[in-house]
């Protein structure tokens, strides 16, 4: 038997019957109209929030909505947080439905044009990325007569320590080099651009809470010497983020209210020409990976060669994460459950696997799970990140699994 990932807590130690948001998991399925079906709880992101909030005073709060960007999801978190953080036009476009483009940012290599001219003519921040970038974007502005809206994101020397994805300290397609960013800001602001901070991203998915806090403090010591070098004030420093959360067996959750401590030390020692600087946090995951559960049903139960297989009628179609084939090396089981029967002993060995013509469709690989019989309900948790809109939905021409948020 191989083991699974924790049962986030915000559904650890229910008994008997799954309930999500104070309902049980099959009422949503008929809410919903079929499976297979992502479930949101906005109560436990709001919790997340709330935590955030108490842990790291006076910072702002990003969400970079590439981890979920449902519309409905957006307008939930629009009130939550002081902006979001966008990877695309199409990010752009979205975001735009739920909060105001002066709280948006736009990161990401390879911007085109008429993806910097969408986001100056909105007035969101560029989070630029490069030289030609930066180029293009006034060039786009004075066409238009439009002030771009200009961050610098930084290639930082330092490396975010034990992230599951590294995003500094070593050639990057990601920012400019540190030693050419102040270089960047005096192009930007002696054009007449608006120059509007750093922006700085270590790494994702981190679990130690002495490793972020080092990183944090490293950014915090690199703006600094930056904006000196620069001769200019930044009025928003964002500080990246890389808060993970636990997916598999072993996995020890993140002491943000540590992390948090540790940052206000650093603060209270921040460069001078920082004082009046604001500072963000920019979350994907952290904020509603644990909120999530996606719900598919038992299709079929086989035997073969000894072994007992769970087909359920969603897999890595919309939930590629689970499958081992986002951003993992080694396959791991997330956390799985029999939604009827929470709680309930180990009865046997199975392998959950999905409805795609591929081996690759496994969800749970030789886990232990009450008995399961055509019809129940299997819930994979830890889907509230990097789901539906991280998998290849359109694999096999499965339908494309609901969505709810509720609560
Ligand atoms: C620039 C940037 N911001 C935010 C994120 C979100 O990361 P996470 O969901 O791990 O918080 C990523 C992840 O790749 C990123 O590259």
Same mark, same amino acid.
């Given at each position: 038997?191989?083991?699974?990932?924790?049962?986030?807590?915000?559904?650890? *130690?229910?008994?008997?019957?799954?309930?999500?948001?104070?309902?049980?998991?099959?009422?949503?399925?008929?809410?919903?109209?079929?499976?297979?079906?992502?479930?949101?709880?906005?109560?436990?992101?709001?919790?997340?929030?709330?935590?955030?909030?108490?842990?790291?005073?006076?910072?702002?709060?990003?969400?970079?909505?590439?981890?979920?960007?449902?519309?409905?999801?957006?307008?939930?978190?629009?009130?939550?947080?002081?902006?979001?953080?966008?990877?695309?036009?199409?990010?752009?476009?979205?975001?735009?439905?739920?909060?105001?483009?002066?709280?948006?940012?736009?990161?990401?290599?390879?911007?085109?044009?008429?993806?910097?001219?969408?986001?100056?003519?909105?007035?969101?921040?560029?989070?630029?990325?490069?030289?030609?970038?930066?180029?293009?974007?006034?060039?786009?502005?004075?066409?238009?007569?439009?002030?771009?809206?200009?961050?610098?994101?930084?290639?930082?020397?330092?490396?975010?320590?034990?992230?599951?994805?590294?995003? *500094?300290?070593?050639?990057?397609?990601?920012?400019?080099?540190?030693?050419?960013?102040?270089?960047?800001?005096?192009?930007?602001?002696?054009?007449?651009?608006?120059?509007?901070?750093?922006?700085?991203?270590?790494?994702?998915?981190?679990?130690?809470?002495?490793?972020?806090?080092?990183?944090?403090?490293?950014?915090?010591?690199?703006?600094?010497?930056?904006?000196?070098?620069?001769?200019?004030?930044?009025?928003?420093?964002?500080?990246?983020?890389?808060?993970?959360?636990?997916?598999?067996?072993?996995?020890?959750?993140?002491?943000?209210?540590?992390?948090?401590?540790?940052?206000?030390?650093?603060?209270?020692?921040?460069?001078?020409?920082?004082?009046?600087?604001?500072?963000?946090?920019?979350?994907?995951?952290?904020?509603?990976?644990?909120?999530?559960?996606?719900?598919?049903?038992?299709?079929?139960?086989?035997?073969?060669?000894?072994?007992?297989?769970?087909?359920?009628?969603?897999?890595?179609?919309?939930?590629?994460?689970?499958?081992?084939?986002?951003?993992?090396?080694?396959?791991?089981?997330?956390?799985?459950?029999?939604?009827?029967?929470?709680?309930?002993?180990?009865?046997?060995?199975?392998?959950?696997?999905?409805?795609?013509?591929?081996?690759?469709?496994?969800?749970?690989?030789?886990?232990?799970?009450?008995?399961?019989?055509?019809?129940?309900?299997?819930?994979?948790?830890?889907?509230?990140?990097?789901?539906?809109?991280?998998?290849?939905?359109?694999?096999?021409?499965?339908?494309?699994?609901?969505?709810?948020?509720?609560?």
């Amino acid at each position: 038997m191989k083991p699974m990932g924790p049962v986030p807590v915000g559904f650890a *130690g229910q008994q008997g019957t799954l309930t999500i948001a104070g309902k049980a998991a099959e009422a949503w399925v008929e809410a919903a109209g079929d499976t297979p079906l992502f479930v949101y709880d906005r109560g436990l992101i709001a919790g997340q929030v709330a935590r955030f909030r108490a842990a790291f005073a006076d910072v702002d709060l990003h969400y970079a909505i590439k981890a979920n960007p449902l519309p409905l999801l957006l307008d939930a978190m629009a009130p939550l947080v002081d902006g979001f953080d966008v990877a695309s036009k199409g990010e752009l476009a979205t975001a735009l439905a739920s909060k105001p483009a002066a709280r948006i940012s736009f990161a990401g290599p390879g911007k085109r044009d008429d993806e910097l001219a969408a986001a100056i003519e909105a007035g969101a921040t560029l989070n630029a990325e490069s030289e030609g970038e930066v180029a293009r974007a006034l060039a786009i502005g004075e066409r238009r007569g439009l002030t771009p809206r200009i961050a610098v994101r930084v290639n930082p020397e330092l490396e975010l320590r034990g992230s599951g994805m590294r995003m *500094g300290g070593r050639p990057s397609p990601f920012g400019v080099d540190a030693v050419r960013a102040a270089a960047l800001v005096r192009v930007i602001r002696d054009a007449g651009a608006d120059w509007r901070g750093f922006h700085i991203y270590a790494g994702s998915q981190a679990l130690d809470a002495g490793a972020v806090a080092e990183a944090q403090a490293a950014t915090l010591a690199l703006a600094g010497r930056l904006a000196a070098e620069a001769g200019a004030m930044p009025p928003l420093v964002n500080l990246g983020g890389g808060f993970g959360v636990p997916y598999f067996a072993g996995d020890v959750p993140l002491d943000v209210e540590a992390v948090g401590e540790r940052l206000a030390e650093a603060m209270a020692g921040r460069a001078d020409v920082l004082r009046e600087t604001r500072f963000a946090i920019e979350l994907g995951r952290w904020l509603v990976a644990e909120a999530g559960v996606y719900l598919t049903r038992v299709v079929d139960v086989k035997q073969s060669g000894g072994e007992t297989f769970v087909v359920v009628d969603g897999g890595l179609n919309h939930q590629l994460a689970a499958s081992g084939n986002f951003g993992t090396v080694v396959r791991r089981n997330y956390p799985l459950a029999h939604a009827g029967a929470m709680g309930a002993d180990v009865i046997e060995e199975v392998s959950v696997v999905g409805p795609l013509c591929t081996p690759l469709d496994r969800l749970g690989d030789h886990v232990g799970l009450p008995r399961l019989s055509v019809g129940d309900l299997v819930a994979v948790f830890l889907a509230g990140a990097y789901g539906a809109s991280a998998s290849p939905a359109g694999f096999l021409g499965h339908p494309p699994a609901r969505e709810m948020v509720v609560g």
